[in-house]
């Protein structure tokens, strides 16, 4: 052990080159991706169990049991969800959101809220496409578990920060999805995602990560050039869970 | 100028900052004519976070009129067992021996942690100091985090965490948020600026240490994601923070958590807000001494073994 008054005599040793890399640590993507924590599946793309609520869980267990995203992407899918959660499954996820329906909607907007406030306590967040909201004030009952996901670029509204920030003013607890594909769909500079994450990343709760099918707005496990591309914009994102929209790639 | 400052403004902390203010205002001038050379607060006084229901916890450090104190401060029932008494340093610094229980260990990391002065700022700085130097006098090496006080910090937080659990149903639910989020933030407050000693020489250590103590916990860990370029989790970490201390200043909802038993709180909509504000802070912490270089590589050298 070096005394006190050795290390005084002795000159000290420079710090590690490794300090120099506070700013700029985790230079590979690949490395993002794999080490990210908590990482979670969404169950949208698991198109084949749809409706067997336990046997998407299964399915989305294989990915990550630390987070997960259940998806009523169709209005009917929504009962047998809440009924699902109702029944206090033994979920072993620490982050559980729940994605409101976006297709076959034909409840009204107010009563459509209200079905989703039924959701249970411990579903953190309910992820809702701006688009799809005529009127703001029906979603105040949600409170800080709603959240706002923008959009991809075939969407009416919803993908740039004046287009949420209106919202925002109605629904001040709501927090923010950062849909990384949806952004780079609309500006592949990745500037776009960027200045969302300037604008609304204290309110950001999750992102939603893949790449887009060339031309279409399908989500597919995430290219290596996205990897890539994304890597800047997700390194401001390390604390939060990265919900999966597709199969994990397989590399 | 608080480092808090650079992400953002946080309205509930800087209320909460406020009042700890006037009210350590307030109690120095009921301990004029005191024989009390130094008193201390601790809990969310030391942190700068009083709200609404915060207890006054005390200790008088070297001699003075204990009973002069304690009639002038008060005394919390439940608490008196570790604070709202008088200590003295040399016992504070027995550690590891026999004698340092748990109530001995509260005392000293709390102090050094945790804690503001009332009365008497200079003989408190000079206290945290001599406790420093009981920690690193066998211990001063460069670019190491200072392996007795880490493992004793470590050692106070699982303590922390098991009597949680052996205190039983009682105030469960607000105890479990408390452990989630001001507790965590203790403990990550006093993390961070030992390893922020990989960064210095031996002889820079104390020094090092005593500035960054003397700080709020918070302002330590804004200090830390600043400086690891974690600044959009540690904004998100600060407002999650930010809200949690406005649920506990909030009458109605501190209240339905102190009654909550810990069946009630699985269904509880203010329990389920406070767990899922608990779990953004802990994440924020987690991101930061995870992904972030060099406090990954020291996480992993110096945090299990």
New interface residues.
């Given amino acids: 052990m070096t005394s006190p008054r050795r290390a005084s005599r002795q000159a000290a040793f420079p710090g590690l080159a490794f300090d120099e890399l506070r700013a700029t640590s985790r230079p590979f993507s690949r490395a993002l991706l794999t080490t990210h924590h908590p990482l979670g599946a969404s169950t949208g793309y698991m198109a084949a169990a749809r409706e067997d609520w336990a046997g998407l869980v299964e399915a989305a267990c294989r990915v990550s049991t630390f987070a997960v995203e259940l998806s009523a992407l169709a209005e009917d899918e929504l009962p047998g969800l809440l009924a699902f959660l109702a029944g206090r499954p033994r979920l072993p996820f620490h982050y559980l959101s729940v994605h409101a329906p976006t297709k076959h909607r034909r409840l009204p907007e107010d009563k459509l809220v209200a079905r989703l406030a039924e959701l249970p306590p411990h579903v953190d967040a309910v992820v809702a496409h701006p688009d799809l909201i005529a009127d703001p004030a029906a979603w105040v009952p949600l409170g800080r578990r709603l959240v706002l996901e923008n959009m991809d670029p075939r969407k009416a509204t919803g993908q740039r920060v004046e287009d949420l920030e209106g919202l925002y003013d109605v629904l001040p607890e709501a927090g923010f999805c950062l849909d990384i594909a949806h952004a780079a769909a609309v500006d592949d500079s990745m500037a776009l995602a960027h200045e969302l994450l300037d604008a609304f990343g204290a309110r950001l709760r999750q992102v939603h990560l893949s790449s887009l099918r060339a031309g279409r707005s399908s989500h597919v496990p995430l290219y290596r050039k996205d990897e890539l591309r994304f890597a800047g914009v997700l390194r401001r994102c390390p604390d939060v869970p990265w919900i999966l929209e597709a199969p994990p790639p397989p590399r | 100028m608080s480092a808090l400052e650079a992400f953002?403004d946080f309205e509930q902390i800087t209320a909460a900052r406020a009042r700890t203010a006037i009210g350590l205002h307030h109690f120095a001038s009921r301990l004029e004519g005191i024989d009390a050379g130094c008193v201390a607060l601790m809990g969310s006084w030391g942190r700068r976070e009083v709200t609404h229901g915060s207890d006054t916890d005390w200790l008088l450090i070297g001699p003075g009129d204990v009973a002069g104190v304690e009639a002038r401060l008060g005394s919390a029932s439940g608490t008196r067992e570790v604070f709202d008494a008088q200590v003295d340093v040399p016992t504070l610094s027995r550690i590891g021996a026999a004698e340092d229980d748990t109530r001995n260990q509260t005392r000293r990391l709390l102090l050094l942690m945790e804690s503001v002065a009332v009365v008497g700022p200079d003989g408190h700085r000079e206290a945290l100091r001599a406790l420093l130097a009981a920690y690193l006098g066998?211990?001063?090496?460069?670019?190491r985090p200072p392996r007795f006080l880490l493992n004793d910090l470590v050692r106070y937080w699982r303590t922390m965490a098991v009597e949680f659990e052996g205190k039983g149903d009682r105030k469960w639910a607000l105890r479990h948020a408390k452990l989630r989020t001001s507790r965590t933030v203790l403990f990550a407050g006093g993390l961070l600026p030992l390893l922020e000693c990989?960064?210095v020489?031996?002889?820079e250590v104390e020094r090092l240490l005593l500035a960054r103590y003397l700080e709020p916990p918070v302002d330590r860990l804004a200090r830390a994601f600043a400086?690891?370029?974690?600044m959009?989790?540690g904004?998100?970490?600060f407002?999650a923070y930010d809200q949690f201390l406005g649920l506990l200043d909030d009458p109605e909802r501190r209240g339905r958590l102190e009654d909550l038993s810990r069946e009630e709180a699985?269904?509880?909509?203010v329990?389920?807000?406070a767990r899922?504000l608990g779990?953004?802070v802990q994440?924020?912490l987690?991101?930061?001494l995870?992904?972030?270089?060099?406090l990954?590589?020291l996480v992993r050298q110096y945090l299990i073994f």
Avoid: I, W
């Fill in positions: 953002g066998r211990e001063r090496r460069d670019r990989h960064h020489v031996a002889e400086s690891y370029d974690a959009d989790a904004a998100r970490t407002a699985a269904t509880d909509p329990f389920a807000d899922r779990r953004e994440q924020g987690l991101a930061l995870f992904e972030r270089e060099p990954r590589r």
